[in-house]
């Protein structure tokens, strides 16, 4: 993964650029697994988008996130990986290797950071995330706002 600064990056800017959303605030979420292997995002699939630094200045990552929701009015709500070890930090969610990451590392979902993505904010579709690997996160996600 390296960095960008070109601005045609898909999801870098614009009005389908890739943001941080208040959990707290999008109002009721259903997370679901529906994956669908057709090239556009669905929950349950990791695609890559670029995903803005936590500190907001312009700089940011193309990076693999879990779709985790639809939202009614078209975008997704989606959490990111990282291949960094997080293994006693409770805000993130161990979930294993897979074809995601070329390096074959392992990978952990954090929680605490959901980002809301447009359709065409996205670069690939990397594959779907079996169930198992899903409800983890998705149980996570209704500890930690109430989601269903």
């Not at 293994?87 to 969610?93: H, S």
């Not at 996205?122 to 996600?141: N, Y």
Request: glycine share 8%.
């Amino acid at each position: 993964m390296s960095t960008y600064n070109d601005e045609d990056v898909p999801g870098r800017s614009g009005p389908h650029a890739t943001t941080e959303a208040d959990p707290r605030e999008v109002g009721a979420v259903r997370t679901e697994y529906s994956p669908a292997h057709d090239g556009d995002p669905d929950p349950g699939e990791i695609v890559w988008t670029w995903v803005p630094f936590e500190e907001n200045d312009g700089r940011g990552k193309d990076r693999p996130v879990l779709v985790v929701a639809r939202e009614a009015a078209g975008t997704f709500l989606a959490v990111q990986l990282s291949s960094k070890r997080h293994d006693d930090d409770r805000e993130w969610v161990p979930i294993g290797n897979g074809p995601w990451d070329r390096s074959d590392r392992d990978s952990w979902v954090n929680v605490d950071r959901v980002l809301r993505l447009h359709e065409t904010g996205m670069r690939r579709e990397a594959c779907a995330l079996d169930r198992m690997r899903f409800s983890l996160v998705r149980q996570r996600l209704h500890q930690r706002y109430g989601w269903t």
